[in-house]
């Protein structure tokens, strides 16, 4: 059984960076071909693709967050972390992650379906406030 389990501060002021922690249990992040992705969904709103870690370590970064947006990982851990920087309100939300598998020869660019997704961690809210 593979579990994901979002951490982090629950609230960030204006203007600082967001940095949450994905921990990976029953899998190892490094496994083909597993993609490891940050989704939000702020209040009121539908769900928001922030990017993605692949297990090669390569990320990708929806263009409405590659500005201000990194996705790493440490392997030895088994966790894979996101940072947003220069929040505003509007980047208040419930943080996910998820795994996603995506087959060899296969380009994964853009959001996909909640149901593409194989595990979801249980989401973390985050507030943005001074």
């Known amino acids: 059984q593979v579990q994901l389990q979002e951490s982090g501060p629950g609230l960030v002021k204006p203007s600082q960076t967001l940095s949450l922690t994905c921990t990976v249990a029953?899998?190892?992040?490094?496994?083909?071909?597993?993609?490891w992705s940050w989704i939000r969904q702020p209040p009121g709103k539908g769900m928001e693709w922030i990017g993605y870690?692949?297990?090669?370590?390569?990320?990708y970064y929806s263009p409405s967050f590659r500005s201000r947006t990194s996705i790493s990982r440490d392997a030895s851990k088994n966790q894979f972390t996101l940072q947003l920087s220069s929040v505003t309100p509007e980047d208040t939300a419930v943080y996910y992650c998820?795994?996603?598998?995506?087959?060899?020869?296969?380009?994964?660019?853009?959001?996909?379906?909640?149901?593409?997704?194989?595990?979801w961690g249980q989401g973390t809210q985050v507030d943005v406030s001074s």
């Open positions: 998820a795994r996603r598998t995506v087959h060899a020869g296969t380009q994964w660019d853009g959001p996909v379906s909640r149901n593409d997704y194989d595990y």
């Open positions: 029953g899998d190892s992040i490094t496994t083909p071909y597993y993609y």
């Open positions: 870690i692949a297990f090669s370590g390569v990320p």
